[in-house]
């Protein structure tokens, strides 16, 4: 560096390990899923706040894989309920077809 001032604010570590506490985190994880996706040597640069890397690393923490929605493993219900909806769409549908 220079000397001079980022024009970009750098988040510390110090400052992910309160993130860490606040959304009981372990910061160890985040370092080792970071470190299984780029080089390690990257993070301090991908610790900008408004970078998409940082954004992504912070969303993947925060959101365990178990509470991410799942897709419909079965693809024959999800076509049911759209003909249901377009059944009822019709113009000649009658509520005793119920």
Known sequence: MNGGT???PIISYSVIQLLGKIYSINVNNIQESYA???NFNTFK???NPSSNSF??????SLIP???KPKLP???????SRIK???NLLESNFKASEL
């Open 6 to 8: 980022s024009s970009q």
């Open 36 to 38: 299984m996706d780029r």
């Open 45 to 47: 640069e991908d610790m």
């Open 55 to 60: 954004l992504k690393l912070l969303s993947k």
């Open 65 to 67: 894989g178990e509470s």
């Open 73 to 79: 493993s079965n693809n024959n219900a999800r076509e």
């Open 84 to 86: 249901s909806l377009e």
